[in-house]
Nanobody
Framework: QVQLVESGGGSVQAGGSLRLSCAAS????????MAWHRQAPGNQRQLVAA???????NYADSVKGRFTISRDNAKMTVYLQMNSLKPEDTAVYYC????????????WGQGTQVTVSS
């Protein structure tokens, strides 16, 4: 059974930093593209950052230069380093895994809350 377990969320003041982690199990991690999404109350879930199996990254314009996504295949973990946090970054952050060989093999974590106060 595939599991994605996020950690590292919390409350921080504007300008602060947090590092989110997402530990995967039950899946061949080197064959999945990983991503972080977020959803604020009343808003749709949106892509924040993604990283392919080969390490190519892409970011939402709103977080470019502030957030960094990375992965450790040996630890089966993806990270999201968030710096210079803003109140508008407040949301539930979700980890996502997409297997490269099967569109139907798409998985989500349970989410972790990030709250940034001004």
């Amino acid at each position: 059974q595939v599991q994605l377990v996020e950690s590292g969320g919390g409350s921080v003041q504007a300008g602060g930093s947090l590092r989110l982690s997402c530990a995967a199990s039950g899946i061949a991690f080197s064959f999945v593209n990983m991503a972080w999404h977020r959803q604020a109350p009343g808003n749709q879930r949106q892509l924040v950052a993604a990283i392919t199996t080969g390490g190519t990254t892409n970011y939402a314009d709103s977080v470019k230069g502030r957030f960094t996504i990375s992965r450790d295949n040996a630890k089966m973990t993806v990270y999201l380093q968030m710096n210079s946090l803003k109140p508008e970054d407040t949301a539930v952050y979700y980890c996502n895994a997409q297997h490269i060989a099967s569109r139907s093999r798409n998985y989500w974590g349970q989410g972790t809350q990030v709250t940034v106060s001004s």
